[in-house]
């Protein structure tokens, strides 16, 4: 299996509640957004370097909810 990528519980509740914040002032986010946001925190974390220098791709987005589809749950 390759590196895990997954964020933890408490990053998984962080970003819901960064979506609910923006979403509940009308600012919905993308999914590039979210994308962006996945990789910072991976970063953060010091697993950055799991993806390329650009970050995770749409393909990759659209994989991990394929087999997550509660990723953000």
Do not use: H
Not at 6 to 32: C, H, W
Not at 54 to 63: L, N
Request: charged share 20%.
């Amino acid at each position: 299996m390759g590196v895990d990528t997954a964020l933890t519980t408490d990053e998984k509740a962080a970003l819901v509640s960064y979506i609910g914040y923006m979403a509940n002032r009308r600012f919905p986010l993308s999914i590039q957004q979210l994308i962006g946001f996945f990789w910072c925190i991976s970063k953060k974390r010091g697993r950055g370097d799991v993806f390329s220098n650009s970050g995770p791709s749409q393909s990759w987005w659209k994989f991990r909810t394929a087999l997550s589809p509660g990723i953000l749950d």
